[in-house]
Structures are given as structure tokens and as C-alpha cells.
């Protein structure tokens, strides 16, 4: 894993960090409920969502290309897209902060039922099927107290206020982003493959394309 973020006040280590982007990726994505007792919650019922949702939180570099397209394709979010790649080349953070599971290139949330159960033993999140007319699905809820912790956590760890924000960013381009093929990854094409974009800093290509669309950004990000 490429994640070498670090939080002075905290010593996080890789399983605990890869929890708290699950947290926030369930904040983000989920639909918000509120009941008379229960207090505020947020519900997914589609795991393959919460897996697409969770890669775009640990690929900011595969996100920045995603968004370089969209840009293309929706000329109303154009000047949204422009100051957020703009953040996400800071500090080169677009590969900085790339937290690359081993295997295929996109590889979805590894042990999932293993974090689950770890977070439902908390009372953070419900795991539990819906019956939806017709069908069986599965449910994911974010319980009242995991609300609580999630922004406890962004609260007080200043890593994962990046993660906050990469959070809503990508909720807000859901729409676009959600309908995207990630095991072909159409937006890295012509340029590289999936399995190249594995193993090859992205920079570079956000930089030669955003070039092309907008403003030249700063050689020294």
C-alpha cells in the first residue's frame, strides 16, 4: 500500500486507516435516515457500489483522470473539476496518497465481511439482508453511533479531513463516476492500460491533460 499519510497525534496503522476510509465511504455514500429513536443513520443497499465508492477514496490519481473526462463530456462541472484537481496534485497527492491492494487493477474492498463484522461487534454499522419486492439484497447501515465516530474521527485526525472532503467530492460526481466500467477503466485510455496504471505514477498524464483543458498547473506541484 502507496498511503504514507501520517497523523502526529495518532499512531494509525494500515488496517485501522483502511477502516476509517470504509466509514467515510459509507457516510458519503449512503442515503441519510433519521428515525424517532435511533438518531441519524446512513443506509447502502448495493455492495458493488460501496466498492466502486471506496476505490475512488484510495485512487485520487484514478480519480483525477475520471474527472479530467467528465470534464470533457459536462462543460457545467468544468470550473468544480478544474480547483479540484488542483487540490489533488498538492503535494503530489494524486500518487502520494494511492493505497494499491495486490492483484487485478481494480481490486474491490479486501476481507469486507471481516471489517463488518468488526465495525457491527462496535455497534457502528447493522449488516443485514432487505427484502426488496422480488429479490434478496444486502444492507449496509451506518448506525447513529458510527455516524458520531466518522465525524469524530475527522474531527480530530488531520489526515482524514482530505479524506472527508475526497468524500463529498466524489458523492457529488457520483452520477458520472458511478456508471464507469472500473475493470476496463475506459478514462485512462489511450494513454495507459489498467494493468500499467498500476504499477506507473499518474501525475504526469493529469498533468499533460489538464494542460490541455485549463491553465498549465505549477511544475513544482
Not at 428515525?35 to 447502502?44: F, N, S, Y
Not at 481494480?106 to 469486507?112: A, I, R, S, V
Not at 472532503?165 to 458520472?176: I, K, S
Not at 501525475?203 to 498547473?217: E, N, V
Request: charged share 20%.
Amino acid at each position: 500500500m502507496n498511503d504514507t499519510t501520517h497523523d502526529s497525534e495518532h499512531d494509525i496503522t494500515g488496517s485501522e486507516r483502511h477502516v476509517a476510509r470504509l466509514l467515510i465511504a459509507l457516510y458519503h455514500l449512503g442515503t441519510a435516515s433519521r428515525g424517532l429513536w435511533d438518531g441519524e443513520t446512513r443506509q447502502i443497499d448495493s455492495i458493488r457500489q460501496l466498492q466502486q465508492f471506496e476505490f475512488w477514496l484510495r485512487e485520487p490519481g484514478h480519480l483525477a483522470l475520471a474527472l479530467l473526462r467528465i470534464a470533457v463530456e459536462q462543460p457545467t462541472q468544468t470550473e468544480l473539476i478544474r480547483t479540484t484537481l488542483e487540490r489533488l496534485v498538492t503535494d503530489r497527492d494524486a500518487d502520494r496518497r494511492r493505497v494499491i491492494w495486490p492483484g487485478t487493477p481494480y481490486q474491490t474492498l479486501p476481507d469486507l465481511n471481516t471489517s463488518f463484522t468488526f465495525l457491527s461487534s462496535r455497534a457502528l454499522v447493522s449488516d443485514r439482508p432487505s427484502f426488496a419486492p422480488g429479490r434478496t439484497t444486502r444492507r449496509i447501515v451506518l448506525e447513529a453511533p458510527g455516524v458520531v465516530f466518522c465525524r469524530k474521527i475527522v474531527e480530530t485526525c488531520p489526515s482524514f479531513v482530505w479524506y472527508d472532503w475526497l468524500g463529498e467530492t466524489v458523492a457529488h460526481f457520483w452520477a458520472w463516476l458511478e456508471p464507469l466500467d472500473l475493470t476496463v477503466m475506459p478514462y485512462l485510455a489511450p494513454d495507459l492500460t489498467p494493468t500499467q496504471a498500476a504499477i506507473v505514477p499518474l501525475l504526469p498524464l493529469i498533468k499533460t491533460r489538464y494542460d490541455s483543458l485549463f491553465t498549465p498547473l505549477p511544475t513544482d506541484s
